[in-house]
């Protein structure tokens, strides 16, 4: 793609990554095919290549974004299927963050858009503060249906209906500190516990922990740890997100210097993919550049790490379990067939999702800001995996998980929750 950028505006590091992206892409659309804003609704507008010309437009425009580009960037999922199909190796997840910061320092969004987005960024990431909001969910959920005819407040309806009916206990395994091994370490590791997983799914830390721990794996769950930042990246909020990967940064660099890390363990995808990308998104920082390219450099899914530590596994019951692979897991870290290569060498039956590569709408907070679309893409979703007769639906990503499990009619259970009742562990609680 040829572009228009004066010297003075490749001068803005931002317009010169825009650039580098921008002239790889060839206009080809192969990307169409597999975006489900554009499967769904048949917009270009709403196409990676349609996007990337607004962008493009934005940028060389040297203007602010508009109410009509920020629709259409909105309804982005960043499921990053474009970038699996992409023969000439576009980075779009790049482009549409760096477009995304733009609209949210240049556009006036409507107060009650404003309003969600800023109390989102100062709830979910935080997780007494997002516990404390799902309590009060709880009281503010007769008023769902009312918030739902009203178009700018749906997004309050929706969240007022993904809330769980009934928090679960934090677990008492998950204290900060250090988690030794009885027998002879073999490995030293810290799980990025989260924001989301810690609340709706404590169960999914705890089987982290538990099964490295029975694998001689010494686990650190350093105090200053929070949230990985993907929550305000995606939403443009960029301050308040590289607050959040400096104070992760400090914290795994103090004990790689300390003890040593071997390795950030993740089991939330979405948390993954934005933890491997530390080194891009400080790489400016002088203070930071280097720290932060070494701790992704060492991040790695608790599937890669299981993987490596070759273990064995006995399936107290044979299930028939559907994987459904993240969009964050399959496009943004590239694991596509290891989660199920584990389970079924686990003893389970695993099944793939026919359209596995399509989103089931969840990404974050979009299944709350664009529900109608979000809606469409978990009914589809739903419809593909009851064709594989599952027992259990297996998924990387708590978000995924809350998206399916109220209307899936089976399970829908962390992998590491399995793999780790194959290792000897307990019987998943949503069994």
């Known amino acids: 793609m040829q572009t228009r950028f004066s010297k003075q505006q490749l001068a803005n590091p931002r317009i010169q990554l825009a650039d580098d992206i921008l002239r790889k892409c060839v206009h080809c659309g192969f990307c169409t095919a597999t975006c489900p804003t554009y499967v769904i609704n048949g917009d270009e507008l709403d196409s990676p290549r349609g996007r990337i010309y607004q ?58 858009d404003r309003a969600l987005r800023f109390v989102l960024a100062k709830t979910l990431p935080y997780p007494q503060r997002f516990a404390m909001s799902l309590r009060a969910a709880k009281i503010a959920r007769p008023f769902a249906g009312i918030f739902a005819l009203l178009p700018a407040l749906k997004p309050m309806a929706t969240m007022l209906k993904l809330a769980p009916k009934k928090l679960h206990p934090a677990s008492s395994e998950l204290s900060t500190g250090r988690h030794g091994v009885k027998g002879e370490k073999k490995g030293r590791v810290s799980i990025l516990t989260g924001c989301a997983n810690a609340v709706l799914e404590p169960s999914i830390n705890a089987a982290t922990l538990r099964i490295l721990n029975r694998a001689d794996i010494e686990v650190v769950l350093p105090p200053e740890m929070g949230c990985c930042g993907s929550l305000e990246h995606h939403l443009g909020m960029e301050d308040g997100a590289l607050e959040k990967v400096r104070a992760n940064v400090d914290a795994w660099t103090k004990e790689i210097e300390g003890n040593g890390l071997d390795a950030i363990i993740i089991n939330a995808s979405g948390c993954g993919t934005t933890v491997k990308d530390y080194g891009h998104m400080l790489r400016h920082d002088e203070t930071y550049a280097q720290k ?37 897991m399959q496009h943004g870290q590239k694991i596509k067939t290891l989660p199920k290569q584990l389970l079924s060498q686990a003893g389970f039956t695993v099944s793939d999702v026919p359209e596995g590569h399509l989103c089931c709408g969840s990404a974050g907070v979009y299944n709350i800001m664009q529900s109608e679309m979000a809606e469409t893409l978990k009914q589809r979703k739903l419809a593909n995996i009851k064709t594989t007769n599952p027992q259990v639906i297996a998924a990387g990503n708590i978000g995924c998980i809350t998206q399916l499990a109220d209307e899936a009619g089976v399970p829908v259970i962390h992998t590491i929750e399995l793999l780790d009742w194959a290792h000897g562990g307990p019987k998943p609680a949503g069994l």
């Open 55 to 112: 962008i493009k437009d934005m940028f060389e425009q040297g203007k602010g974004a508009s109410a009509e580009i920020t629709k259409h960037l909105d309804r982005c999922l960043s499921c990053l299927s474009c970038m699996t199909t992409c023969p000439s190796g576009v980075h779009y997840m790049h482009l549409v963050d760096e477009a995304r910061a733009h609209v949210q320092e240049t556009y006036k969004r409507p107060f009650i």
């Open 292 to 328: 932060a390219a070494k701790i992704s450099a060492i991040t790695k899914d608790i599937t890669q790490y299981l993987a490596e530590l070759d273990l064995s596994y006995t399936a107290p019951e044979n299930l028939r379990v559907t994987y459904h692979s993240a969009c964050s």
